[in-house]
C-alpha cells in the first residue's frame, strides 16, 4: 500500500517510545540481583500484574492481527479470539497456582522440580527457545507493518526498529520494566479500543464510505464486446491479453501506455469488464501498483457494503448505529471483499484482487477461511479442530506468560492477576469483533496485509487517534518481544549454562549471559520478521500456540496430576511435541507457498498441527513414562 | 541446584481441594468450548440461526464463550479464597 507521512502521528509516537524507553531506565536502576531480572522479585501488585498479564497477551496478533482477519474473512477471525480467551481457561483452573507453587524463574524449572533432570532442563529449554521465536515472527511481522502508514518506512526498517530498540531495553532493564511497560500499554489499549468502537457506531453504515481524507473508490464497469468468450473491443481501451485464472477470465487492457487487469462478469446479460486491484512485480524485483510506479499513488485501500438492509428496506446508510444493530446490519447486508487471484503475464508475477460479493450471512459465520459446511473436505475439519485445541490449550503453555506467575506475592494475588486478565482480554476481544467488522466495510482495508485494519480504521477517523492507537501498538509490540526475549535469554543463561552445563556463575555472569542471549535471539528476529512479510500475525501465533500446546502442555499437565510421570516421560513428549508440530507446519500449505511452490503441491492439507502432534505428545509422556518407572527418581515430592 | 518458588509460600492446606476444583471448572468449560467445535463441523447450518436479538449462534456463541469464561473465573476464586480462608485459619487457630 502508498500512505502519506503523518508528522502529527509521528511526533505523537517519538513522546510515546521515548516514555516507554525512560520507564524502562527509571525501573531499570533498581534492578540488581538476578531474581529481580527475570521475576521482578516477586513483589508485583496482582491488579498491575493482571492488567500487565493483559498487556503481554494482547499482543500484535491480538490487536492487528485478528481485527485484520475479521476485515479480511469475517466470523473466522472472530474465532481467533474465542480461541485465545478459552485458552486462559487452562491456565487458570489447570496450571496457575501448582505452577505458582513449583517454579522459580521460568517453566524449565517448575517442569524440573520434582526430577532434578538435566535432560529436562535441556528438553524445556529448547522447547522454550522455540516457542518463543514462533511467537516473535508475527510480532517483528506486525512491526513492520505499522511503521509503514506510520513512519512512510518499507516493512524491513519497521522490523529493524523494534528489534534494535527491543535489545536495548531487555539488555539494559529487565522484567520490572516491562511489567509497568505491559500495564500501561495494557490499559491504553483497551480504553482506546473502546473509544475506535464508539467511533464506529457513531459513523454506521455506508454503500460509499468516506470517513475524512479516506474516499470512497467507484470501481469502474467498462463494456465489453465477447466473441467466443474472447474479449475483443472494451470502449476507449485497446485489449491486449486474456487467460483463464481459477475459473476466472482475466483481461488485460492498456489505455495511455498503462496496462491493468480486468475480469470478466455478466451483468444483467451483458458481459463488462469489473475493476481489479493489481501489484505487478517483473523479474528485477520493480513493482506497479495498477499499472504505474509506487509514487503515481493509484493504489487504494477497499472494503465496502454493497446492500445495506434496514428494517426490510434497502438503504443507502444507517446514521448511528448500536453494537448489535451493527452486526445484524452487517448480516443482512452484502460486502465486497477483495480477494487476491496470483498468476503470471509473461515476464511479470502478478496479485490482482478482484471483487468478491460476500453475502452478509456467510460473512458472519465460520467458513471463509477455515471451510467447515458444505463443500468441505475431512481435512478442512481436521484442520479447524486442529486449530481450536491449539488455541484452548495453547495460552496455559506459553514460557513468557508463565513467567508472570511468579511476579505476584501469593497464589491468591496469581489467581486474581488471571482473573482480572481474562476480564480485561475478554472485553477486548469482544471489541475486535467490532473493529474488524467495521474495517471490513469502512474501506480502509490494505490488501497487501491485513494486518493493519484496525490503526488504518483509527487513521480514517483522525490522525490524532490514529497517532495514539498505532503507538499503543508499537508499544504493545515492544513490550510482547521484551517478554518472549526475557523467556528465551532466561533459558539459555539460566537454564542452559546454569542448571544443564552446571557451570554455577555468578548473579552477576547470569545476568550478562542474559543479555547476550537477548541480543542473538533478537537478531534472528529481526531476520525471521523480514522473511514473514505479508502474513497474517494472528496465523502465525495460531502456530506458535499449537508448538507451545504440543512440546509443553503435556509435560505440565502429567507432572501436576499424574504421580506416575517420569522425567525420561517428560523429555520424550518434549521432543516429540516439537518435532511433529514444526515437521507438520514445515510442510503446509502456507510453507509450501513460501518457499515458492504451489501450496496446491504439498505434502497434506493441514495448516494447524495440534490435533496431532498434541495428541502424539501426550502419548509419548503415557507409554514412554510407564516404561520407565524403574528408573523414576523424584528429588522433591511438590503436590 | 536449588529449585523453589521465586518468594516464599506458607503451608496452603486448600490446595487439593482448589485443584479439584480447578479440574472440574475447566471441564464443564471445555464441554461448552467443544460444543461450539462440534456444532461447526458436524451442523454447520445451526450456527447461522438467529438467536438472540437478530444474532445468529455463531455471534451469541462466541461471545459467550469469552463472558462465560469470566464468570467462571470469578466464581472459582470465590470459592477458593473461602477454602483458603476455612482450612488455613482452622489449622492457626
Known sequence: MIYGVSYIAIAFFLVFVSFVLGLSFYFARKTKSASNYYAAGGQIHWAVNGVAFAGDYLSAASFLGICGMIAMVGFDGFIYAVGFLAGWIVALFLVAEPMKRLGKYTFTDALNAKFNSRGITLAAAISTLVISIFYLIPQMVGAGDLVTPLLGFPHWVGVVLVGIIVIFIVSTAGMTSTTYVQFIKGGLLIVFSTILAVYIFNNGLNLKPSIGDMKHHEYMLLDAQVDAGKVIAVDGYSVVSQQEVKGMQVVKIDKDGISRWFNLVEVAGAFKLSEMLSIAESETGELLYNGEPKDGRKFYQVGHMSKIIVDGKEVEKTGPIGPFKFLSTIENGEIVRLTELKFKDEDRKVSAYYQNVTSGKDFMLPGLKYKIGKGSTFWDKMDFVSLMLALFLGTAALPHILIRYYTVPSQRDARKSTILAIAAIGFFYILTLFMGMGAAVNGVFDVESSNMSAPLLAKAFGVGLFSIISAVAFATILGTVAGLIIASSGAIAHDLMDNYMQRNPTDEQKVKAGKVAAFAVGILAIGLGIAFKGMNVSFLVGWAFAVAASANLPAILFILFWDKTTAKGIIASIVSGIVVSLGIILTSPTMWDKYGFDAADALHRLENPAIFSFTISVLVLYFVSLATQKSNIRVANVS | ?93
Not at chain 2, 56 to 66: E, K, M, R, T
Open chain 2, 1 to 93: 541446584m536449588k529449585h523453589g518458588p521465586a518468594v516464599e509460600l506458607g503451608v496452603d492446606l486448600a490446595s487439593k481441594k482448589k485443584a479439584r476444583l480447578g479440574v472440574w471448572f475447566f471441564l464443564i468449560y471445555f464441554v461448552f468450548y467443544a460444543g461450539f467445535v462440534a456444532i461447526g463441523v458436524t451442523n454447520y447450518e445451526l450456527l447461522g440461526m438467529k438467536v438472540i436479538g437478530e444474532q445468529n449462534l455463531a455471534v451469541v456463541y462466541g461471545i459467550g464463550l469469552i463472558v462465560f469464561a469470566v464468570v467462571l473465573g470469578i466464581i472459582y476464586n470465590a470459592i477458593c479464597t473461602s477454602y483458603e480462608d476455612k482450612l488455613n485459619n482452622t489449622e492457626k487457630s
